[in-house]
């Protein structure tokens, strides 16, 4: 399904994308796929299970679970469950970082967030900040009870979005015994107030607006709207970000489109859901987290580093803020030779063995 132009525009205003630098005019487009880029990387030292199982409002998470092929039947291992961008599923970024911890020594499980890839939610795409954080919560309830599982050894890696939700769920749980969050979004301050604080406060209303004018439409039948996202085609107009996105969600670098998805729609939100982000406050109270820690990684040529600035700011002790040099936001999705594994995984044995 096509978005509208103003269902288009209000999306693109709510991340703040107008302060991209757009390409050279009639440039033809060629996208990039760097060497390292491995997200579809398939670890021969693991053993894979897809899993499934309810969450605190009673629909189903679906998630890989990878083990080791020779697991000690008298040891219970620590866990790591991880946590896909924003509008992606688990086989888009979240499996390679699940295996990669993995191979380090832990029970690691990739989920899909609720209305998400092979998880149940309806409609699909909504926004659902309560639902996407008590994913992490439902993810520890599973592990936890597992017979070969530490259940006081568990934590957390959030990619993008799913940092955002993560530190929202860490919040009230305290079983999440330490998190990272990788190219961190906060998406309420992304849909509040755009990337380096650009969305005025008519945008804004705009935004809200175009939702709630389409709720009337949904109500009495209409088909539904989407917004933000990934673009579908790269234009002479379009910007460096959209650029950086479509590389990875429209390409084969990392393209997904799970069974019974419309690739039309994968990545793109449902409109009148959208604008439930401007109620989500996930780095309020987050300095009660402490005393479990926090390490938050991202790129130093990131277009989202200021969101893991503002947590790193605003957090207790422990914690700490690793950039990763020459590294932008999506390079941190799928390219091996960049994404600090070493460091992701000294990081959980430190605190979780």
């Given at each position: 399904?096509?978005?509208s132009r103003m269902k288009k525009l209000a999306g693109l205003l709510a991340l703040g994308l107008t302060l991209a630098v757009c390409g050279a005019a009639g440039a033809a487009y060629e996208p990039q796929k760097p060497a390292d880029a491995a997200n579809f990387y398939q670890s021969a030292e693991l053993e894979k299970r897809s899993v499934s199982f309810k969450s605190l409002y009673d629909l189903k998470i679906a998630?890989?679970?990878y083990l080791p092929k020779q697991m000690q039947a008298d040891k219970k291992y620590s866990a790591i469950i991880v946590g896909h961008p924003m509008g992606a599923v688990k086989e888009q970024s979240a499996d390679l970082y699940a295996q990669k911890l993995a191979e380090r020594g832990f029970v690691t499980l990739s989920i899909d967030l609720p209305y998400w890839g092979g998880s149940e939610g309806t409609p699909r795409n909504s926004v659902n900040t309560a639902?996407?954080?008590?994913?992490?919560?439902?993810a520890v309830d599973y592990l936890g009870t597992r017979s070969f599982i530490d259940r006081e050894k568990i934590g957390v890696i959030g990619i993008c979005g799913s940092g955002s939700f993560a530190i929202s769920a860490a919040k009230i749980d305290p079983r999440i015994k330490a998190l990272a969050t990788v190219s961190m979004y906060d998406m309420?301050?992304?849909?509040?107030?755009?990337?380096?604080?650009?969305?005025?406060?008519?945008?804004?209303?705009?935004?809200?607006?175009?939702?709630?004018e389409q709720r009337y439409k949904e109500f009495l039948g209409g088909e539904k709207e989407y917004t933000s996202g990934t673009v579908h085609e790269i234009t002479d107009k379009s910007s460096a970000i959209e650029k950086e996105f479509f590389d990875f969600y429209r390409t084969e670098r990392g393209e997904v489109t799970p069974p019974g998805a419309n690739p039309q729609t994968t990545t793109h939100p449902t409109l009148t859901s959208f604008v439930s982000f401007m109620n989500f406050y996930p780095f309020n109270d987050i300095e009660t987290i402490a005393p479990r820690p926090l390490l938050f990684i991202a790129g130093d040529k990131a277009h989202s580093l200021e969101f893991s600035?503002?947590?790193y700011r605003r957090a207790a002790e422990p914690k700490e803020l690793y950039l990763v040099k020459g590294a932008g936001h999506v390079d941190l999705y799928d390219r091996v030779n960049l994404i600090p594994f070493a460091k992701l995984g000294s990081f959980f044995h430190k605190y979780l063995d």
């Open positions: 399904m096509k978005m998630g890989n679970l639902a996407y954080a008590d994913a992490f919560s439902s309420g301050a992304a849909v509040r107030d755009g990337l380096r604080h650009s969305t005025t406060l008519e945008q804004r209303k705009q935004l809200a607006a175009a939702a709630a600035e503002d947590a």
